[in-house]
């Protein structure tokens, strides 16, 4: 069965930058398009951005654009978030999910949902203002 597993969460003032991880394990990681997504209390799960399975395409929401930078690492099976001038409504925790097939699933939403084979458990990132 395959498996997710985030780390690199954790509290951060306005400005600064964290570097999300996603680290997977149980399947081929190189046959699946890896995204991530965020939800804050009383929100539902919303798109951040996605990498090709093979690295050769990136897509981001709105909310991400010009900001965030996601990468992957086909030989350690994992998948990056770089997150920089963090702003407090970013604080959520942030989720990663694997989609198979090469290509990003490009919709501002980046769902539905339950096309994504295996998610992770998440971890919080918070941006104290």
């Known amino acids: 069965e395959g498996q997710l597993v985030e780390s690199g969460g954790g509290l951060v003032q306005v400005g600064k930058s964290l570097r999300l991880s996603c680290a997977a394990s149980g399947f081929t990681f190189e046959d699946y398009a890896i995204a991530w997504f965020r939800q804050s209390p009383g929100k539902e799960r919303e798109g951040v951005s996605c990498i090709g399975s093979r690295a050769g395409s990136t897509y981001y929401t709105d909310s991400a654009k010009g900001r965030f930078t996601v990468s992957r690492d086909n030989a350690k099976n994992t998948v990056y978030l770089q997150m920089n001038s963090l702003k407090p409504e970013d604080t959520a925790v942030y989720y990663c999910?694997?989609?198979?097939?090469?290509?990003?699933?490009?919709?501002?939403?980046?769902?539905?949902?339950?096309?994504?084979?295996?998610w992770g458990q998440g971890t919080q990132v918070t941006v104290s203002s």
């Open positions: 999910a694997a989609d198979f097939g090469e290509i990003c699933i490009t919709s501002q939403s980046m769902g539905p949902l339950y096309e994504y084979d295996f």
